[in-house]
């Protein structure tokens, strides 16, 4: 099973960019979701190994999600940060059993990291 290491996150003032980094320990697709308190997890963006990409609605044209295949890092750059975006951020690569086309969906994602907390004040 994959496991995944997170750092970034924090408290950034509206309008504000933050970037988050997720290694995995191998290759493979990988996700990133978030969850605020009371909401149920949603999907935020995923990056295939060819460099794909998939946004959320929510996100798209503020978020960039990217990856270093040299040392298999993929970051989450976050920009014009709205205080809606705060909540526990999480990259997740996918079980053996995961379809491309389902890359929203949490249940298609085995390995999750810790989980970081983003915080944007108004």
């Known amino acids: 099973q994959v496991q995944v290491v997170e750092s970034g996150g924090g408290l950034v003032q509206a309008g504000g960019s933050l970037r988050l980094s997720c290694t995995p320990s191998?290759?493979?697709?990988m996700g990133w979701f978030r969850q605020a308190p009371g909401k149920e997890r949603e999907f935020v963006a995923a990056?295939?190994?060819?460099?794909?990409?998939y946004y959320a609605d929510s996100v798209k044209g503020r978020f960039t999600i990217s990856r270093d295949n040299a040392n298999l890092t993929v970051y989450l750059q976050m920009n014009s940060l709205k205080p809606e975006d705060t909540a526990v951020y999480y990259c997740?690569?996918?079980?053996?059993?995961?379809?491309?086309?389902?890359?929203?969906?949490?249940?298609?994602?085995?390995?999750w990291g810790q989980g970081t907390q983003v915080t944007v004040s108004s």
């Open positions: 997740a690569a996918p079980a053996s059993y995961y379809r491309t086309s389902r890359y929203y969906d949490p249940n298609m994602y085995i390995s």
């Open positions: 990056i295939s190994w060819s460099e794909n990409t």
């Open positions: 191998r290759r493979t697709f």
